[in-house]
């Protein structure tokens, strides 16, 4: 049994540029002792990510500056600095500026970043590229570092991210690395979750799990699994500006394995409820019920085939330089509350990952009534 690489990279592609956010909570703006305050440029800062960063740098004293092109929540932050301009072809208001660092957000195309980085090198000091570890080639092995092997594409000029997220990510760490050597700090976060999240990839567990009943739950329960709170990560990362690091680093999480058990449960006691799990064969689920894992069943990689790995990357190097990782059961509570929060409309949409109600209702009754 197996997941398809592709079908893997395009999801991530496809609902990783989504998202909004919500206020942090009040817990994450102390201000660490003898923390230098920074001029920030950050690329995006609108989307899921970027207002993260806003929310936790601001009550920490720096100085930040939004670049991008004013359509996404434009009404967000409005006592920060924006620039606006496009990536593409369009970078006049960030001539001749000068900023401590710049964190490169919303970076998918080798020639933008370069782009960027090249008209930044003079006047930064330090470039932060948000990378993924889809860079890498081969997820089929557990303990993947950030030294091995990334993915490649024969055609280096492509800009076909749904095909080659991955191997174009790759070749924008190359990018901006090229332009500001040696100042450079790659970030390679796993599924990025947690209040905001608009692409459901983890919001589905809490809801459903708050919603109550029998819940379909893929595998036996020990499939291990990986994500990183989207404050967590804006947490690393400005610890990353603050010290100056530099280097790659795989920021998913959590500290210790994770099992896709331990998560459910996690779900439940974030949110309450009366939910039941059932737990179902993961080659029955997959081969005969076509429930797809990742997408139909999110976050879960079950333990066999070519993408088991996604669930097993060494987090080792970004857990020395301090990253840390909050409970899931505080994650699952903080998400259902922002989903709870978002306007009747958007609680009623089907959702953009896991199963429709009937038909989680169909694979369970099948699975009730198969032949032993």
């Given at each position: 049994m197996t997941v398809s690489r592709r079908g893997l990279m395009q999801g991530a592609a496809a609902l990783g540029v989504l998202g909004a956010m919500g206020c942090a909570s009040s817990k994450e703006g102390g201000v660490p002792r003898g923390v230098a305050k920074k001029k920030i440029l950050i690329l995006g800062g609108t989307g899921f990510l970027g207002p993260a960063l806003v929310e936790l740098a601001r009550p920490r004293g720096h100085t930040l500056t939004l670049f991008n092109r004013g359509k996404t929540r434009p009404e967000l932050f409005p006592d920060v600095e924006k620039l606006h301009g496009d990536?593409?072809?369009?970078?006049?208001?960030?001539?001749?500026?000068?900023?401590?660092?710049?964190?490169?957000?919303?970076?998918?195309?080798?020639?933008?970043?370069?782009?960027?980085?090249?008209?930044?090198?003079?006047?930064?000091?330090?470039?932060?590229?948000?990378?993924?570890?889809?860079?890498?080639?081969?997820?089929?092995?557990?303990?993947?570092?950030?030294?091995?092997?990334?993915?490649?594409?024969?055609?280096?000029?492509?800009?076909?991210?749904?095909?080659?997220?991955?191997?174009?990510?790759?070749?924008?760490?190359?990018?901006?690395?090229?332009?500001?050597?040696?100042?450079?700090?790659?970030?390679?976060?796993?599924?990025?979750?947690?209040?905001?999240?608009?692409?459901?990839?983890?919001?589905?567990?809490?809801?459903?799990?708050?919603?109550?009943?029998?819940?379909?739950?893929?595998?036996?329960?020990?499939?291990?699994?990986?994500?990183?709170?989207?404050?967590?990560?804006a947490a690393f990362i400005l610890g990353v500006v603050e010290r100056r690091d530099v280097g790659t680093f795989n920021a998913t999480g959590p500290a210790e394995t994770l099992t896709m058990r331990e998560l459910l449960e996690a779900c439940k006691t974030g949110t309450g409820g009366d939910a039941r799990f059932t737990w179902v064969d993961a080659e029955w689920l997959v081969e005969q019920q076509k429930v797809s894992p990742w997408t139909q069943m999110p976050v879960w990689i079950p333990r066999s085939g070519e993408d088991k790995g996604v669930g097993r990357v060494s987090n080792a190097r970004a857990l020395k330089l301090g990253a840390t990782f909050r409970s899931p059961v505080d994650t699952a509570r903080d998400t259902l509350a922002w989903f709870r929060s978002e306007p009747p409309e958007r609680q009623q949409k089907p959702m953009r990952a896991g199963l429709p109600p009937e038909r989680e209702r169909e694979v369970l009754a099948a699975w009730h009534q198969r032949t032993p």
């Open positions: 990536r593409d072809g369009d970078l006049k208001a960030l001539e001749g500026r000068q900023w401590d660092a710049v964190i490169d957000t919303s970076g998918y195309v080798p020639r933008i970043v370069k782009a960027s980085a090249e008209l930044l090198a003079p006047n930064v000091g330090h470039y932060i590229f948000v990378s993924t570890i889809s860079v890498y080639k081969d997820m089929s092995e557990y303990g993947i570092d950030e030294d091995s092997p990334v993915a490649t594409v024969e055609d280096e000029k492509t800009e076909d991210v749904s095909q080659h997220y991955g191997a174009l990510k790759a070749l924008s760490e190359k990018a901006a690395e090229a332009a500001m050597p040696g100042r450079v700090t790659t970030v390679r976060p796993g599924l990025i979750v947690g209040p905001g999240d608009q692409t459901d990839r983890f919001t589905y567990w809490p809801v459903r799990v708050a919603r109550g009943g029998e819940v379909l739950a893929p595998g036996d329960g020990a499939d291990p699994v990986q994500f990183i709170d989207v404050r967590d990560l």
